[in-house]
């Protein structure tokens, strides 16, 4: 029954909260394993193991995107560390994958939406080049992160930069 594997898990799991590697979030009823034990974790996976893994997180962490309406911001805020971290481990491989490219619009919505537009930019041309590679060249998918560079680019402050980008799009 899920009581008793919430139990055993908060058994298992208690004498690593002990050295505060494992900590219970009882709020999001959810544990937060320390940088360290997730970067120990990584290391000792192979290759395929850790591509599936990634895969998983990437998944995960698209599912959980509440859309980007405004009172959806606390969530996406949230989400933020989480994106960078995948991010982060995405570099280190060559994955291609439509979740992925997901992400980084998801990522770039929101922080275009605080105003980070240059922490935006990279991650709409990530998504642009994935969903070229995925979709071809004329999809309304790829037409819509142009749409999103596009916004980005109006709203750029700095009058050069403006006309750079636009050459470029």
Aim: include cysteine; proline fraction near 3%.
């Amino acid at each position: 029954d899920a009581d008793e594997a919430q139990l055993a898990i908060g058994e298992l799991l208690e004498t690593l909260s002990q050295y505060s590697l494992v900590s219970w979030n009882s709020e999001s009823d959810s544990y937060s394993l320390h940088r360290l034990v997730q970067s120990v974790i990584r290391d000792d996976l192979e290759a395929e193991a850790k591509g599936a893994w990634l895969e998983r997180a990437i998944s995960a962490l698209e599912k959980a995107y509440p859309g980007d309406a405004f009172d959806q911001w606390p969530i996406c805020a949230e989400l933020v560390s989480h994106w960078l971290c995948i991010f982060e481990q995405v570099e280190q491989t060559a994955l291609c994958l439509k979740d992925l490219g997901d992400l980084y619009i998801q990522a770039g919505i929101y922080l275009h939406a605080q105003g980070l537009t240059s922490e935006a930019e990279p991650l709409y041309k990530k998504s642009l080049a994935m969903r070229k590679r995925l979709l071809g060249e004329n999809h309304p998918n790829v037409a819509q992160i142009l749409n999103n560079l596009a916004m980005l680019y109006i709203n750029t402050p700095d009058k050069i930069k403006r006309q750079e980008h636009r050459v470029h799009i």
